[in-house]
């Protein structure tokens, strides 16, 4: 066949490539539907690495304010009572940092929807039937 030129006789059908006997698809013999969409799960927990990596972050931050904050104290010297909050307020970050990247991040609360019983749907109260478990030598 030359450019220019068109066949007469239709496209060629491969029987094999698609059992329906018509030409296979464009897309490598896949059906067009598309698959269903992954289920997304809202209640999830992030992974353990982000909250690693959650933590680690918290850690690092903490711990690099640590020494501007003694640094500013030092700038203050001049005014002690402003230089030894500063320096007061540096005493606990190491503390409450490794604290806070030891803990696991805090669970959401769930929330319970109202609960309405129907009397008619309720199931009976049931039997308080007292079973002993005592076995008497004698049966007798």
Same mark, same amino acid.
């Given at each position: 066949?030359?450019?220019?030129?068109?066949?007469?006789?239709?496209?060629?059908?491969?029987?094999?490539?698609? %059992?329906?006997?018509?030409?296979?698809? =464009?897309?490598?013999?896949?059906?067009?539907?598309?698959?269903?969409?992954?289920?997304?799960?809202?209640?999830?927990?992030?992974? /353990?690495?982000?909250?690693? !990596?959650?933590?680690?972050?918290? /850690?690092?931050?903490?711990?690099?304010?640590?020494?501007?904050?003694?640094?500013?104290?030092?700038?203050? /010297?001049?005014? %002690?009572?402003? =230089?030894?909050?500063? =320096?007061?307020?540096?005493?606990?970050?190491?503390?409450?940092?490794?604290?806070? =990247?030891?803990? !696991?991040?805090?669970?959401?609360?769930? !929330?319970?929807?109202?609960?309405?019983?129907? %009397?008619?749907?309720?199931?009976?109260?049931? !039997?308080?039937?007292?079973?002993?478990?005592?076995?008497?030598?004698?049966?007798?």
């Amino acid at each position: 066949m030359t450019l220019g030129s068109e066949s007469t006789a239709g496209p060629t059908v491969n029987p094999s490539a698609n %059992p329906s006997g018509g030409p296979a698809p =464009a897309n490598g013999g896949r059906s067009s539907r598309k698959a269903p969409a992954a289920a997304i799960i809202t209640a999830a927990e992030p992974s /353990y690495d982000d909250q690693l !990596r959650s933590r680690r972050t918290r /850690y690092s931050i903490m711990m690099g304010l640590r020494i501007p904050c003694l640094i500013l104290a030092a700038f203050f /010297y001049q005014t %002690p009572w402003l =230089a030894i909050t500063i =320096a007061a307020l540096s005493i606990p970050l190491p503390w409450m940092a490794v604290l806070i =990247a030891n803990d !696991r991040p805090a669970q959401k609360r769930k !929330r319970m929807a109202p609960v309405t019983v129907n %009397p008619e749907r309720a199931l009976p109260p049931g !039997r308080h039937e007292i079973v002993d478990s005592a076995v008497d030598p004698d049966p007798r």
